[in-house]
Protein backbone atom coordinates (compact mmCIF):
# COMPACT_ATOMS: atom_id res chain seq x y z
CA UNK A 1 0.00 0.00 0.00
CA UNK A 2 1.53 3.32 -0.74
CA UNK A 3 2.10 6.30 1.28
CA UNK A 4 -0.83 8.32 0.00
CA UNK A 5 -3.17 5.47 0.23
CA UNK A 6 -1.80 5.14 3.72
CA UNK A 7 -2.61 8.76 5.00
CA UNK A 8 -5.46 8.94 2.92
CA UNK A 9 -7.18 6.18 4.95
CA UNK A 10 -5.80 7.36 7.87
CA UNK A 11 -7.95 11.07 7.45
CA UNK A 12 -10.86 8.91 6.42
CA UNK A 13 -11.11 7.03 9.49
CA UNK A 14 -10.42 10.24 11.65
CA UNK A 15 -13.34 12.44 9.26
CA UNK A 16 -15.61 9.62 9.89
CA UNK A 17 -14.95 9.14 13.98
CA UNK A 18 -14.77 13.06 14.12
CA UNK A 19 -18.35 13.81 14.64
CA UNK A 20 -18.35 10.64 17.57
CA UNK A 21 -15.88 12.01 19.16
CA UNK A 22 -17.03 15.48 19.52
CA UNK A 23 -20.36 14.04 21.12
CA UNK A 24 -18.76 11.96 23.21
CA UNK A 25 -17.32 14.87 25.02
CA UNK A 26 -20.58 14.97 27.80
CA UNK A 27 -22.39 17.79 28.92
CA UNK A 28 -21.08 21.68 29.04
CA UNK A 29 -22.57 22.99 31.94
CA UNK A 30 -24.89 21.97 34.26
CA UNK A 31 -27.18 23.08 37.61
CA UNK A 32 -28.18 21.87 40.84
CA UNK A 33 -31.36 22.81 42.40
CA UNK A 34 -33.23 21.32 46.04
CA UNK A 35 -33.63 21.87 49.41
CA UNK A 36 -31.21 24.37 51.26
CA UNK A 37 -30.44 25.59 48.24
CA UNK A 38 -30.83 29.49 48.33
CA UNK A 39 -30.36 29.30 43.93
CA UNK A 40 -29.28 26.68 41.59
CA UNK A 41 -25.37 26.01 42.06
CA UNK A 42 -23.86 26.33 39.21
CA UNK A 43 -21.40 24.18 37.57
CA UNK A 44 -19.24 24.28 34.30
CA UNK A 45 -16.20 22.78 32.28
CA UNK A 46 -15.25 26.58 31.48
CA UNK A 47 -14.59 27.55 34.62
CA UNK A 48 -11.09 27.23 36.67
CA UNK A 49 -13.06 24.69 38.97
CA UNK A 50 -14.09 22.30 36.15
CA UNK A 51 -11.78 19.62 36.98
CA UNK A 52 -14.19 19.15 40.08
CA UNK A 53 -16.89 19.48 37.45
CA UNK A 54 -15.74 16.66 35.39
CA UNK A 55 -15.11 14.47 38.90
CA UNK A 56 -19.16 15.32 39.44
CA UNK A 57 -20.09 14.18 35.86
CA UNK A 58 -18.00 10.53 36.26
CA UNK A 59 -18.98 10.38 39.83
CA UNK A 60 -22.92 10.73 39.13
CA UNK A 61 -22.77 8.09 36.08
CA UNK A 62 -23.67 10.73 33.51
CA UNK A 63 -21.92 8.86 30.88
CA UNK A 64 -23.52 5.31 31.76
CA UNK A 65 -26.74 6.41 32.32
CA UNK A 66 -26.91 8.26 28.91
CA UNK A 67 -24.79 6.41 26.28
CA UNK A 68 -24.71 3.52 28.16
CA UNK A 69 -21.81 1.26 28.91
CA UNK A 70 -20.46 -2.04 29.01
CA UNK A 71 -20.22 -3.41 31.65
CA UNK A 72 -23.59 -2.21 32.71
CA UNK A 73 -23.28 -0.38 35.98
CA UNK A 74 -26.76 0.63 35.84
CA UNK A 75 -29.21 -0.68 38.41
CA UNK A 76 -33.17 -0.73 37.05
CA UNK A 77 -34.28 -0.97 40.72
CA UNK A 78 -33.78 1.77 43.05
CA UNK A 79 -31.16 0.45 45.56
CA UNK A 80 -31.99 -0.68 49.40
CA UNK A 81 -31.78 2.44 52.05
CA UNK A 82 -32.52 5.53 52.79
CA UNK A 83 -32.59 8.17 50.16
CA UNK A 84 -32.83 11.12 51.85
CA UNK A 85 -34.14 14.19 50.08
CA UNK A 86 -33.94 14.81 46.29
CA UNK A 87 -32.02 17.55 44.11
CA UNK A 88 -31.89 17.46 40.52
CA UNK A 89 -29.21 18.18 38.49
CA UNK A 90 -30.21 19.64 35.03
CA UNK A 91 -27.38 19.44 32.34
CA UNK A 92 -26.49 21.52 28.74
CA UNK A 93 -25.53 18.65 26.30
CA UNK A 94 -24.08 20.40 22.82
CA UNK A 95 -25.43 18.22 20.19
CA UNK A 96 -24.78 17.91 16.63
CA UNK A 97 -26.62 20.95 15.14
CA UNK A 98 -24.59 23.32 17.67
CA UNK A 99 -27.92 23.26 19.66
CA UNK A 100 -27.70 22.40 23.38
CA UNK A 101 -30.32 19.22 25.03
CA UNK A 102 -31.32 19.20 28.11
CA UNK A 103 -31.18 15.94 30.16
CA UNK A 104 -31.99 15.92 33.87
CA UNK A 105 -30.57 13.33 36.85
CA UNK A 106 -32.62 12.92 40.26
CA UNK A 107 -29.32 13.47 42.78
CA UNK A 108 -29.41 11.50 46.38
CA UNK A 109 -26.29 13.04 47.72
CA UNK A 110 -27.50 12.14 51.65
CA UNK A 111 -28.80 8.36 50.38
CA UNK A 112 -27.30 5.52 53.13
CA UNK A 113 -25.09 4.00 53.02
CA UNK A 114 -23.80 6.14 49.89
CA UNK A 115 -25.08 8.79 47.19
CA UNK A 116 -27.70 7.80 44.40
CA UNK A 117 -28.81 8.79 41.38
CA UNK A 118 -31.59 8.55 39.38
CA UNK A 119 -31.88 9.05 35.56
CA UNK A 120 -35.50 9.03 33.42
CA UNK A 121 -35.17 6.47 30.66
CA UNK A 122 -35.65 7.91 27.31
CA UNK A 123 -34.90 11.64 27.76
CA UNK A 124 -34.08 12.64 24.02
CA UNK A 125 -30.75 14.02 22.84
CA UNK A 126 -28.50 14.25 19.55
CA UNK A 127 -31.81 14.58 18.13
CA UNK A 128 -32.82 10.11 17.80
CA UNK A 129 -30.74 9.55 20.96
CA UNK A 130 -32.12 8.37 23.74
CA UNK A 131 -31.11 8.12 27.42
CA UNK A 132 -30.43 4.68 29.37
CA UNK A 133 -31.30 5.41 32.38
CA UNK A 134 -31.82 3.41 35.32
CA UNK A 135 -30.70 3.69 39.61
CA UNK A 136 -26.67 4.42 39.80
CA UNK A 137 -24.78 3.78 42.80
CA UNK A 138 -22.56 6.87 42.71
CA UNK A 139 -19.39 7.08 43.82
CA UNK A 140 -19.00 7.81 47.44
CA UNK A 141 -16.64 10.79 46.67
CA UNK A 142 -20.26 12.34 44.82
CA UNK A 143 -21.16 14.22 48.24
CA UNK A 144 -17.78 15.87 49.12
CA UNK A 145 -17.51 17.15 45.78
CA UNK A 146 -21.04 18.38 45.53
CA UNK A 147 -20.28 20.11 49.31
CA UNK A 148 -17.24 21.59 48.01
CA UNK A 149 -19.26 23.16 45.08
CA UNK A 150 -21.88 24.41 47.52
CA UNK A 151 -24.18 21.50 48.33
CA UNK A 152 -24.94 21.36 52.61
CA UNK A 153 -22.72 19.77 54.21
CA UNK A 154 -25.41 17.65 56.17
CA UNK A 155 -29.16 17.30 54.81
CA UNK A 156 -31.81 20.14 55.42
CA UNK A 157 -34.64 19.80 58.07
CA UNK A 158 -37.74 18.86 56.72
CA UNK A 159 -40.94 19.32 58.46
CA UNK A 160 -43.89 17.52 57.82
CA UNK A 161 -45.84 19.00 54.76
CA UNK A 162 -42.59 18.52 52.87
CA UNK A 163 -41.52 21.68 52.61
CA UNK A 164 -37.57 21.64 53.22
CA UNK A 165 -35.82 24.52 55.66
CA UNK A 166 -32.38 25.04 56.12
CA UNK A 167 -30.03 24.32 59.25
CA UNK A 168 -29.87 28.34 59.40
CA UNK A 169 -33.56 28.64 59.18
CA UNK A 170 -33.89 25.76 62.10
CA UNK A 171 -31.26 28.18 64.41
CA UNK A 172 -33.05 31.33 63.38
CA UNK A 173 -36.01 29.51 64.48
CA UNK A 174 -34.56 28.37 67.83
CA UNK A 175 -33.47 31.51 68.65
CA UNK A 176 -36.85 32.86 68.47
CA UNK A 177 -38.15 29.98 70.39
CA UNK A 178 -35.36 30.89 73.27
CA UNK A 179 -35.95 34.78 72.91
CA UNK A 180 -40.05 34.37 73.25
CA UNK A 181 -39.19 32.09 76.00
CA UNK A 182 -36.97 34.71 78.24
CA UNK A 183 -39.55 37.28 77.31
CA UNK A 184 -42.23 35.04 79.09
CA UNK A 185 -40.72 34.61 82.20
CA UNK A 186 -39.89 38.52 82.05
CA UNK A 187 -43.34 39.38 81.86
CA UNK A 188 -44.10 37.05 84.77
CA UNK A 189 -41.99 38.51 87.10
CA UNK A 190 -42.82 42.00 86.78
CA UNK A 191 -46.47 41.39 87.13
CA UNK A 192 -46.19 39.28 90.10
CA UNK A 193 -46.96 41.67 93.40
CA UNK A 194 -44.40 42.28 95.83
CA UNK A 195 -43.86 40.49 98.75
CA UNK A 196 -44.53 42.13 101.97
CA UNK A 197 -41.60 41.99 104.20
Do not use: C
Not at 64 to 80: C, I, K, N
Amino acid sequence: MTRFAVTTLVALVVAALAPSLALAKGPSAASLMGPGLAGPLKLSSRTPASDSFWTIVDDIGFFPAVFGQSPDPMLSERPPGSLGPKYVMTYALPGPNGENDVLHQDIYPYAQPGPVVFTQRGQAFFVDQRTRGGWFVAKASLKSSLVAAGLPASPPVSPPDGRSISSREVALLAALVAFVGALTILIRRRSQPARAV
